[in-house]
């Protein structure tokens, strides 16, 4: 089978090692000048394929990689197995030097009426949103693929459950280094050195520079099941009484007596005037915990005013030229300042604050430069005082009666 782009596409990737994956009965053109290597795959059925309940819908199929010294026969079905993992090839001893590794999945076709369509079609059916959840952006990467013997809609599937089992984009991009750790060892100190003096002179102190506080986000699948099993709830009660969308502050103390967090962490969702609301009522009615209202706005909501039935028509100019003048983002300015300037507390109040240090921050390494060259010159003071000591007076008569023969030879 010949794919007409397909030199085009990997030419795309020039700077890159390209692996061409399941490379069966595909013609490699010539055309291609950058280097490639090749895997190729074998899939079997599940003999007793079945749904595990409360999960979601595993692959049909078991991926098998072939290599020089694998047995070619193989078995008419593979057991059924809940792990998706695909055998990627090991190929960490080619890589070195190399900065990227792009991998390229090719479904051949195999028997019926598969392969009648262009394999670009196919392409632009997998990257195309048939999934709001799963969005697979072709910019990032390109996947030429032909379908294996079922409907467009489960391939589809399929192939989605493939990559999100497997995180595809790790999969389909690998950025390698040239493995140099000791580098980390030269420059580290100079790095950390130069990010702690920049960050002084704001005021900052050197614990908020290397670990400011932050919220840890949920990183891993693993990590929200465990958060999540000390929480317990009762759906039925929550859907009978409340509505998620405007009474939340009154789902809480309606069902206290069946809600129960151990963690103490729960997060509402909603406008920011109901829930400084909620923030109300819960401290009144719960308090203990202590509750607090974010500042990352999810959602924007344009407002503005609309122009209508203008008689003179320099006044949409003149508003116009208003707003590319810039006088918009100044007011919003001065409103964040003056919320500053109001929320800021008197110096009393203050107490201890983290040395600031005036004047440039070049200063600070035209002192360091001007240590370290004094620190030379105590050092080959002390070399050349500690040389002089080792010569005695026999060997410096000696020199001195050599140096006045030679010059006496040279009159």
Avoid at 57 to 80: G, M, V
Avoid at 176 to 187: C, D, P, Q
Avoid at 240 to 254: A, D, G
Wanted: with cysteine; hydrophobic share 40%.
């Amino acid at each position: 089978m010949d794919l007409a782009n397909l030199a085009q596409y990997i030419n795309i990737f020039s700077g890159c090692v390209v692996n061409i994956i399941n490379y069966e009965n595909i013609n490699i053109p010539s055309t291609i000048s950058i280097p490639i290597f090749t895997t190729r795959y074998k899939v079997l059925n599940f003999c007793d394929f079945g749904m595990i309940p409360g999960s979601r819908e595993p692959l049909e199929f078991k991926i098998l990689r072939l290599d020089s010294d694998t047995n070619s026969t193989f078995p008419s079905c593979a057991p059924f197995e809940t792990s998706f993992e695909i055998p990627l090839r090991k190929n960490e001893g080619q890589q070195r030097g190399w900065k990227c590794l792009t991998r390229f999945y090719i479904l051949p076709p195999v028997e019926g009426k598969i392969g009648v369509i262009p394999p670009d079609l196919y392409e632009e059916k997998f990257a195309t949103d048939w999934d709001v959840m799963t969005l697979y952006y072709r910019k990032g990467y390109h996947i030429l693929v032909q379908k294996s013997g079922m409907d467009l809609a489960t391939w589809g599937e399929e192939m989605a459950i493939l990559f999100n089992e497997n995180s595809g984009l790790d999969m389909l991009l690998l950025v390698n280094s040239k493995r140099e750790i000791y580098l980390y060892f030269v420059f580290a100190p100079w790095i950390l050195m130069s990010l702690i003096m920049t960050n002084l002179i704001r005021g900052d102190n050197v614990q908020s520079t290397i670990a400011p506080l932050r919220a840890v986000p949920v990183i891993s699948h693993k990590v929200y099941k465990h958060l999540s099993s000390h929480v317990n709830w009762d759906h039925r009660r929550i859907r009978e009484e409340t509505n998620l969308w405007w009474r939340y502050p009154w789902q809480v103390i309606s069902n206290s007596s069946r809600f129960s967090c151990a963690t103490e962490k729960m997060a509402y969702l909603g406008w920011i005037s109901e829930l400084e609301e909620a923030k109300e009522l819960l401290e009144r009615y719960r308090p203990g915990p202590e509750y607090s209202i974010g500042k990352e706005f999810i959602g924007l909501i344009p407002t503005g005013w609309e122009i209508q039935n203008v008689v003179d028509p320099r006044i949409p100019v003149r508003i116009r030229a208003l707003h590319h003048s810039g006088i918009v983002r100044k007011w919003f300015w001065y409103s964040e300042m003056a919320e500053k300037l109001r929320n800021r507390k008197p110096y009393e109040a203050v107490g201890p604050e983290p040395l600031i240090m005036g004047g440039n921050i070049a200063q600070i390494f035209v002192i360091f430069f001007q240590g370290s060259l004094f620190n030379a010159l105590i050092f080959l003071a002390e070399k050349g005082y500690t040389t002089c000591r080792k010569i005695t007076w026999k060997d410096l008569r000696q020199r001195y009666i050599l140096v006045c023969v030679t010059f006496k030879k040279n009159d």
